[in-house]
């Protein structure tokens, strides 16, 4: 069964999708499309391709134009490491007994096969670049990841100033940073960043494989827009805050939904109730650490076009779930409403003829 899902899992990425009857799909065989898989950490829908009216994504929206946006794609489980374990191995978090962060996929199945292990069984290079399996941020950037020796041939681990800079980050629970509201407007440039070198990496690696021909699976893991949101300045500046829109909830509204629900969206006591000011700062802080990683994205995808290898290389972009920015009284994740739910899913390459297209049918991770 696990072989099963991890052959269709190859089947998905290698063939792109299926959108009504307008998608063309290339044989692997004729054809050894590369895959290109780009995802962010804690990113919601909060781009300008799902309609955001203040977000500045233009790269995402870009990729967007040429390739096929999932309206109702959906993630398994609104938390790290139970999500990417899931999605990365084609098991539900009930099969997979990843309920929690920082367990390791093999404590509970050893023999799991994997997206990048189903890869490299067919003789793609699977290289991993920056958090696709769960990582404490900012704790553990710069460390090898979950999985290493069974998922990738080649693994790179950057560390930006972001995790040099954590004694000036502002946090609403000092020293805390991963599971808080907590945010700097950065001073140096994006290359100092560790999605921005993440990002250089993921460049270097494209130029190697257009000299190479060899078939690869490249995925590039980007830490923003996760806590702490950390971004250069200039990012910041893009979102005035007297233009940021807070959520309100109506007096009386937490009377209205289930006792699971308030409990969930009651949580973190400390990120409840915020003052005016310190909601459309972190709400700023969350769109200019958006902006930023659209940015670092921009640079890969306009190298992979440079390379050449953009018409052999299938593009998938996404998240690893949703995130409230103050809908129902609740900040970051762990819920089960849309905001927490609903990931952005964007698929684009050889055998996508519908482009600039939105698929409507739901999609699960």
């Known amino acids: 069964m696990i072989h099963s899902l991890g052959r269709s899992l190859l089947f998905a990425f290698a063939c792109s999708a299926l959108f009504f009857n307008s998608l063309s799909v290339v044989s692997a065989e004729e ?20 309609g955001h009216p203040q977000v500045q994504s233009p790269n995402i929206d870009q990729l967007a134009k040429r390739g096929v946006r999932f309206q109702n794609a959906y993630c398994q489980f609104p938390l790290c490491g139970p999500s990417r374990a899931s999605f990365m191995t084609g098991m539900y978090p009930d099969q997979t007994l990843v309920h929690r962060n920082a367990i390791y996929i093999r404590e509970h199945v050893p023999n799991v096969k994997t997206i990048p292990q189903m890869f490299r069984d067919n003789g793609y290079f699977a290289t991993r670049v920056g958090k696709i399996y769960h990582y404490n941020v900012p704790k553990h950037i710069g460390t090898g990841g979950h999985d290493d020796p069974y998922s990738w041939n080649q693994t790179f681990n950057p560390r930006g100033r972001d995790v040099d800079d954590e004694d000036l980050i502002f946090s609403l629970t000092p020293g805390s940073f991963g599971g808080t509201l907590s945010w700097l407007a950065a001073e140096g440039t994006d290359a100092e960043q560790t999605d921005g070198i993440a990002a250089y990496i993921a460049i270097e690696q ?31 500046e ?22 699971p629900s308030r409990q969930s969206v009651r949580r973190k006591k400390v990120q409840i109730d915020l003052p005016d000011d310190l909601a459309r700062q972190a709400i700023q802080a969350y769109y200019a650490s958006i ?32 995130y409230h920015m103050g809908e129902h ?15 952005p899913l964007i698929i684009a390459g050889p055998g996508v003829l ?3 297209q939105t698929a409507e049918a739901p999609a699960e991770m």
Not at 210 to 232: I, N
Not at 294 to 315: H, P, R, Y
Not at 329 to 343: D, S, Y
Request: charged residues 20%; positive net charge.
């Open 31 to 50: 054809s050894r499309p590369n895959v290109l898989f780009l995802i962010c950490d804690d990113l919601n829908c909060d781009l300008g391709c799902y």
């Open 206 to 236: 494209l130029q190697k494989f257009a000299k190479s021909k060899q078939p690869f699976f490249m995925a590039v893991g980007l830490y923003r827009p996760h806590t702490p949101y950390v971004a250069p300045k200039d990012y910041f």
């Open 238 to 259: 893009k979102y005035p805050t007297e233009q940021i829109k807070v959520p309100q909830v109506p007096k009386g509204y937490l009377d209205t939904i289930p006792k």
């Open 291 to 322: 902006t930023f990683a659209d940015a670092q994205l921009g640079k890969i995808l306009e190298a992979l076009k440079k390379s050449g290898l953009e018409e052999n290389t299938i593009v998938v972009f996404t998240s690893d779930h949703g």
């Open 329 to 343: 009284g609740h900040w970051q994740k762990t819920t089960l409403f849309e905001n927490a739910t609903h990931v």
């Open 354 to 356: 519908a482009q600039g």
